[in-house]
């Protein structure tokens, strides 16, 4: 099946592509690939010249043009209406038509009679829109003999974005909505900038509000948007310092509906693209949708599987050595954890924060231990890091607060953060943890506003703190004449507990205490004698003593805030 321009010319045959505009049927097909498109019937070849694809409508009898790849929308094989499209796609010296794939396809090539044209097939799943995409890319690709999308793995990012640069002729990355480096292209002699390697090395595109305004005209724009290097600079301003080698990119949104999952940038050297690699880019965003879904699902599973197994270390059940295997550590070399809450209590971090929260904390905690693994647990992210000897308390400290600091400027994130005591090996992480936690929950009740610390900085209130979790369990610890002392306040609206925790507190100092509660020390000496007598405390026994004070700091706590509010209460 001849597709010359000359042979046109000669028949007097209206004017179809140029040759150079069009590819090859055959090369069409090794860039689709088998598992996207067969070939059910060629009784003309494979060998043949192909245009852009036509979506035929039964209903308007679409006008089908020359070297046209016919898509059967609505029209099954081995019907009717099927033949019909065959008989008339072969009178247009169409070069294909493209059913979905159904049992009548089998008979269908012993049915041709001399019609010459190709049918093709595509599995039933596949939508017609993504496979005009397919086709369109693919065309262009075989055309210009550059990388194409044949072979792709669904899901590989990494493949699609060198397909793309080799396509459209530029470095690509593929991003997510947050602005996340999700894959990048690799191929050589592609043009690169300093903000291409800060973006690739730190794995996120830098946040300035220039750049989320870029973003926002991307996801607004229903093509390819192009920006040059100045614009691109000003709007780096507040991102990597070098800004001064920046060149143009286009960009173009990854829909799923109405909902961008991503997008496509092209870094080139000219101004803009060219028509033709617009057109190629524009079709990459709708053939990358699949991919990008597929990347994120497997990304949601690894993730979870790498959670679960750092649950089982973190918790200390199940097989421990083997779960901290599978995520690269050794069992018997020092680890340390540090864990990230946000401030602002119940508020607490959505999905899409915890989600980057945790790639954050990766990034910064591998550029501090040789081994990382972190996880978002409920509204907590952990992060255990394994080192050669026991970390450094101090340098955990400044990458605690690190984090802090770039969670809240990237992220809009203000942070508690906390670091645990170093262990010795895996089975001790589990007790890390615990003290992690309890850190966090000095840090949530402190009136000082301590951001970060670590466990060895606030060890007297840890130990209370799992002391009070203990007399949960054990309520009698907190029995005794104190119980007496507090219903006797809540029922006469008395200071007693207040005016026993200023004593016990300034160690009987009685101008100190009364001080604390502003009022003359006669009348605090008053108030202690009253207390003495009401309630039969020996408060010269040590013993006691003890004991009412750890059993104020355990439950009456709320009792025992601000004094100086309460001094105008009746004793």
Request: net charge negative.
């Amino acid at each position: 099946m001849a597709r010359a321009t000359q042979d046109q010319h000669d028949r007097g045959d209206p004017p179809g592509p140029s040759a150079d505009e069009l590819s090859s049927l055959k090369g069409l097909l090794d860039n689709l690939g088998r598992d996207v498109i067969q070939v059910v019937a060629a009784r003309g070849g494979v060998d043949v010249l192909v245009g852009e694809p036509v979506i035929y409508d039964p209903g308007e009898r679409t006008a089908i043009s020359r070297d046209a790849v016919v898509l059967a929308v609505g029209v099954r094989a081995g019907t009717a209406e099927g033949d019909r499209l065959i008989a008339a796609a072969a009178q247009g010296g169409a070069a294909a038509v493209v059913f979905k794939t159904t049992p009548e396809l089998a008979d269908l090539a012993r049915d041709l009679g001399s019609h010459d044209v190709a049918v093709l097939a595509v599995p039933e799943e596949m939508t017609w829109t993504q496979l005009h995409a397919l086709l369109n890319l693919g065309r262009f690709a075989a055309a210009t003999g550059d990388a194409s999308i044949a072979g792709v793995p669904l899901g590989d990012l990494f493949a699609l974005a060198n397909a793309i640069a080799g396509v459209v002729g530029g470095a690509v990355t593929v991003e997510d909505p947050v602005r996340r480096v999700l894959a990048y292209s690799t191929l050589g002699d592609q043009p690169i900038d300093a903000a291409r390697r800060g973006s690739i090395l730190g794995r996120q595109v830098p946040d300035s509000p220039g750049m989320r305004t870029l973003y926002r005209q991307v996801l607004a724009t229903p093509g390819v948007m192009t920006v040059d290097g100045a614009t691109l600079r000003e709007m780096l301003e507040g991102g990597p310092s070098e800004v001064d080698d920046v060149k143009s990119r286009s960009a173009v949104a990854i829909r799923a509906g109405s909902h961008m999952i991503g997008s496509i940038w092209v870094i080139h050297d000219a101004d803009r693209l060219d028509e033709e690699s617009e057109h190629a880019l524009a079709e990459a965003a709708r053939i990358a949708v699949p991919h990008v879904i597929q990347a994120r699902a497997a990304r949601d599973v690894e993730r979870r599987l790498r959670a679960e197994m750092l649950l089982t270390v973190l918790e200390g059940r199940g097989s421990v050595d083997e779960a901290a295997a599978r995520l690269g550590f050794a069992a018997s070399t020092p680890f340390a954890i540090i864990a990230f809450e946000a401030a602002n209590g119940e508020a607490g971090i959505d999905e899409l924060q915890r989600e980057r929260l945790v790639d954050l904390v990766v990034v910064h905690c591998e550029a501090t231990s040789r081994q990382t693994s972190a996880v978002a647990l409920g509204q907590i992210v952990y992060a255990l890091l394994q080192g050669e000897t026991l970390l450094d308390q101090r340098a955990l400290l400044r990458l605690a607060q690190q984090v802090q600091e770039h969670a809240e400027t990237r992220l809009g994130l203000e942070l508690l953060g906390a670091v645990g005591p170093a262990v010795e090996g895996i089975r001790e992480v589990a007790r890390a943890r615990r003290d992690v936690e309890r850190v966090l929950g000095v840090l949530r009740a402190d009136a000082g506003g301590r951001t970060v610390a670590s466990a060895d900085q606030v060890r007297s209130e840890v130990i209370l703190h799992e002391l009070k979790e203990l007399s949960l369990d054990h309520p009698s610890l907190t029995r005794g004449k104190l119980e007496r002392v507090l219903a006797h306040d809540a029922q006469h609206n008395a200071t007693y507990v207040l005016t026993l925790r200023a004593y016990l507190d300034c160690f009987g100092d009685v101008p100190r205490a009364a001080e604390r509660l502003s009022v003359h020390p006669n009348t605090f000496r008053y108030r202690m004698r009253r207390l003495v007598e009401l309630f039969d405390l020996d408060l010269d026994d040590a013993d006691e003593r003890m004991v009412l004070e750890l059993q104020l700091r355990l439950i009456a706590d709320g009792a025992a805030t601000r004094p100086g509010d309460t001094s105008r209460r009746r004793s």
